[in-house]
């Protein structure tokens, strides 16, 4: 079961679990809506046969017409200014944090890695920053944090993940579901309401049945860059499929048992995963180890029902279908 926490944001990704946390203030339920929500889709004809995953469906968008959307900006005095402004005007903001300068984070002082963290308050120059990320990572753990910052601290914490890897930026692209515009890396980051944009398909080819999925993956991450590459997306992806698991199994729209065999084959996982990447690392591929893995998650998936009780978890909180935005 995925457990719940820090206020009732439960175990997800960087990028989820601050994005339920801020619609949380808006309309409580997010973590529910996201349950509904999540899925896992591949896409599969990128250039140098890179990868790209959505997670779920797009859950951010309101009644009124409203969605998410970033905006950037060069100068942290610019910067500053418009974080205040969405701030004063929503009450909260996301914003795209460096884990290379977030003392708390166990990649502290290591790695660019965009990070989303919620700002909540400003007065007297200092900003509340809560992060509800919580999390053991091959660096350490990552724990939750809450403090007020100066604006030179928040300044660090936001500076921008100029050394994002490519695999980073699609992240950071697909962190609401679908493919959304993304300033530069060498910005400053954070996200604003906007008017919607008109629905439209996922562009490009993509794998979206979940057995189908991870029989594609089975056969790419035998490739051990790949591997390198995209083992924190299947990370990722197990977290939000013991998240929905755990939600629908709790009010009976999945079968209990079924549910928790599953649950247990995507915790194992990212465990089997990053085994074999440290292996390749050292010099001995570990292909079957990756096979298995995937195998078992597929088998394990293929027990529980596609249309979990008598509604389907592949439509969004606003009803549209899974080729949708």
């Known amino acids: 079961m995925a457990a719940t926490r820090h206020g009732g944001v439960p175990e997800l990704s960087c990028y989820t679990t601050s ?12 973590a529910r809506r996201l349950a509904h929500a999540v899925r896992l889709a591949v896409r599969t004809d990128l250039p140098g046969g890179r990868l790209a995953f959505t997670h779920h469906r797009r859950i951010d968008r309101t009644g ?5 959307g970033y905006r950037g900006a060069a100068r942290w005095r610019t910067a500053r200014a418009e974080l205040a402004r969405e701030l004063a005007a929503r009450g909260a903001v996301l914003a795209v944090g460096n884990t290379r300068f977030l003392p708390w984070s166990p990649q502290y002082g290591r790695a660019d890695v965009s990070h989303w963290v919620l700002l909540e308050d400003h007065r007297e120059d200092r900003w509340l920053l809560t992060d509800h990320f919580d999390a053991l990572l091959p660096q350490g753990r990552h724990r939750p944090y809450r403090g007020r910052l100066t604006d030179a601290e928040l300044r660090a914490a936001l500076n921008p993940p100029a050394g994002i890897r490519p695999e980073g930026e699609l992240r950071d692209a697909y962190a609401l579901g679908v493919p959304v515009p993304v300033p530069p890396a060498t910005r400053y980051r954070w ?3 906007q008017d919607r944009a008109p629905a439209a398909p996922l562009p490009g080819s993509w794998l979206d049945e979940p057995c189908e999925v991870l029989a594609f993956l089975a056969d790419r991450l035998t490739d051990t860059s790949a591997l390198a590459a995209h083992t924190d997306d299947l990370w990722a992806a197990a977290r939000h499929q013991r998240h929905r698991i755990a939600v629908l199994t709790g009010v009976g729209l999945l079968p209990a048992a079924a549910g928790r065999a599953a649950s247990a084959s995507w915790a194992e996982l ?4 990053r085994f074999a990447a440290m292996s390749a690392e050292r010099g001995r591929a570990r292909p079957e180890v990756v096979d298995r893995a995937l195998h ?14 008598a509604r389907t978890a592949a439509t ?6 899974p080729g949708e935005h």
Not at 270 to 273: D, F, T
Not at 296 to 309: D, I, T, W
Not at 316 to 321: A, E, I, K, S
């Open 19 to 30: 994005l339920v946390a801020y619609l949380d203030r808006e309309a409580p339920g997010a």
């Open 64 to 68: 009124d017409g409203r969605e998410l």
């Open 191 to 193: 996200l604003v309401r």
């Open 270 to 273: 990212p465990r089997a995963l």
């Open 296 to 309: 078992e998650v597929g088998e394990a998936m293929s027990r529980l029902p596609s249309r979990p009780g």
């Open 316 to 321: 969004t909180h606003d009803g549209r279908g």
